[in-house]
Nanobody, 125 residues
Framework: QVQLVESGGGSVQAGGSLKLSCAVSGDFFRRCEMTWYREVPGEERDVVSY???????HYIDSVKGRFTISQDSTKNTLYLQMNSLKTEDTAMYYCRADCQKGYYGGIYYGDFRRWGQGTQVTVSS
């Protein structure tokens, strides 16, 4: 079973930091593009940052210089380090994997996508 599990959310004051984690159930990173999304109630789920298979990173303008996406293949974990948090960063954060076909945990999959269950980040003024 291919699964993603987020953690690390919480409540913090503006200017504070949080580090989100997304644990994956297998050797994903060689064949999966990993993305962090966030969603505010009543609005669309939006991309925050992503990292490609070759390690290229991308950030939306509003988080550049404050957020850092990274991955640790030895721990099968994706991270989002969030510094200088603002109230407008308050949202549910999700990780998503877009994976190329291949064997994962000994089971063959075609191209597939998986979402984590989300972790809430609340930034207060």
């Amino acid at each position: 079973q291919v699964q993603l599990v987020e953690s690390g959310g919480g409540s913090v004051q503006a200017g504070g930091s949080l580090k989100l984690s997304c644990a994956v159930s297998g050797d994903f990173f060689r064949r999966c593009e990993m993305t962090w999304y966030r969603e505010v109630p009543g609005e669309e789920r939006d991309v925050v940052s992503y990292i490609t298979v070759d390690g290229t990173t991308h950030y939306i303008d509003s988080v550049k210089g404050r957020f850092t996406i990274s991955q640790d293949s030895t721990k099968n974990t994706l991270y989002l380090q969030m510094n200088s948090l603002k109230t407008e960063d308050t949202a549910m954060y999700y990780c998503r994997a877009d994976c190329q076909k291949g064997y994962y945990g000994g089971i063959y999959y075609g191209d597939f996508r998986r979402w984590g269950q989300g972790t809430q980040v609340t930034v207060s003024s």
